[in-house]
């Protein structure tokens, strides 16, 4: 087991983070800009150094200064988070030269999975579905027609680096083709450098559901059940929980035990997610993220394990302990994200918290780096929190999330609260009704048009 973790990120995860190590009796290092000084994981952090300025580019993501902290701190690995650089082969090839340990996948399936055209044939020889398209980068317009047309409209032009809805245009007709990848290509290059784009079918009214792996690096690997993350807003999700409303137990196993021996195959290390589109009772693949996930909690709800402590002793060596068949499922959670913006404008809105009371009771989790006089500063991601809550059926778990959000109140700056308050009374979100498109037709109304208003 590692002396000393440094923790290379920020906000919650950082707190996350610190408190597995906390744990099991790893000393932390906390890293921060400027800007975070008096940001909770640094406070509770067994030693802290400042690596520069605000801008993330000149602090959590300046690879030398981030190596030189280890150094000076004697910190023997480095656990990424998620974000910055959790999902960056060249770092992970740089720790390991430094004798440093990144507490995550090798740098080789990090490359692989980190190029979709790459991750797709990757996983097709794997024996995992995929989504139909075309087979590598498209070169041109001329070529991406007549793919286009072999397919059928519509169609998705997708950026082969990156995510988060960046570089990705849906095509309904022949003639929106070319904008649509010239629009693509410069949106590419700009937010990843890279400018290299692929074809996909275009499902109509699919869910986004992912299925959480975690492998040892020796052939070992086992899944952990499904999420469902299909309430997005411009592809960025909102509500994740898990199991997901829309399988019976029968997809549930027969997708998990395809993906896990597809890992076992690939002798994966760490926690990964294999993320599908989900229609009409088939999976297609679209992506694999070789990180720990944002909504990771709602799969530590169900299934009792920390995904934190288990990434940290897979990456120091040992191997798996738990059996697939030993791996039980109980009960239903949900995660709501929250975020400091406008819940109806979506604007992001940085500022100095002056009250702060989360809920609490049974079976209800916070997971969040945020306090009461805390200032949110601008420079980075708007999430603040994760109202994590779990019952023994959906239902339950439903319940208890309306009563948390009613209870959770931060005062000083706008947040998301009031957009899942509305959300929770939805007679859709109950039923389980909804796929990825649903949340985008539901914000176009106006709000006090919403069934669930009073």
Known sequence: MFDKVLIANRGEIALRVLRACREIGIATVAVHSTADADAMHVRLADESVCIGPPPAAESYLNIPRLVA????TGADAIH???GFLAENARFAEI???HGITFIGPSPEHIR???DKIEAKATARRLGIPVVPGSDGPIANT???ASIASAMGYPVLVKATAGGGGRGMKVVHAPEDLDAAIKTARAEAAAAFGNDSVYLERFLSAPRHIEVQVFGDGRGSAIHLGERDCSLQRR???VWEEAPSPALNASERAGIGAIIAAAMQKLKYRGAGTVEFLYEDGKFFFIEMNTRLQVEHPVTEMITGLDLVIEQIRVASGNTLTLKQSEVTFTGHAIECRINAENPETFMPSPGKIEYWHPPGGLGVRVDSGAYQGYRIPP????????????GKNRNEALMRLKRCLSEFVIDGIDTTIPLFARLVKEPDIANGLYNIHWLESFLKKPAQSHSSMP
């Open 379 to 390: 420079f980075y991601d708007s999430l603040i929190g994760k109202l994590i809550v779990h």
């Open 112 to 114: 692989i999975m980190g």
């Open 235 to 237: 592809h960025q999700k």
């Open 69 to 72: 902290a280890c150094e000076i």
């Open 80 to 82: 990424p988070g998620y």
């Open 95 to 97: 720790l390991e030269g």
């Open 142 to 144: 001329a070529q991406a």
